[in-house]
Nanobody, 115 residues
Framework: QVQLVESGGGLVQAGGSLSLSCAAS????????MGWYRQVPGKQRELVASISSGGTTNYGDSVKGRFTISRDNAKNTVYLQMNNLKPEDTAVYFC?????????WGQGTQVTVSS
């Protein structure tokens, strides 16, 4: 079992920056891919960014060049640095961890970008 604790959400003006973090605990030996997804009410949850255990990254098209995902395996933590934020980035952001052949999700953290 893996438990995830997210932090770093909040309110920021367009063009600003925000950092999210997600710390995993439990069966952390089995963690492979870690990532971030976001969701707006009435819309499908979408990939923001993911990173493999080897450091390979993948980004959603809408955030390429603005967001950076990273991980610290010693701390079992994944980060998302969000720069040049836009109002359309407003959503609930969820941390996801692949472990034990399953996906585990964080509680979600609200990110609101004002114009």
């Amino acid at each position: 079992q893996v438990q995830l604790v997210e932090s770093g959400g909040g309110l920021v003006q367009a063009g600003g920056s925000l950092s999210l973090s997600c710390a995993a605990s439990g069966s952390t030996f089995s963690i492979s891919t870690m990532g971030w997804y976001r969701q707006v009410p009435g819309k499908q949850r979408e990939l923001v960014a993911s990173i493999s255990s080897g450091g390979t990254t993948n980004y959603g098209d809408s955030v390429k060049g603005r967001f950076t995902i990273s991980r610290d395996n010693a701390k079992n933590t994944v980060y998302l640095q969000m720069n040049n934020l836009k109002p359309e980035d407003t959503a609930v952001y969820f941390c996801k961890v692949r472990a034990l052949l399953n996906n585990f999700w964080g509680q979600g953290t609200q990110v609101t970008v004002s114009s």
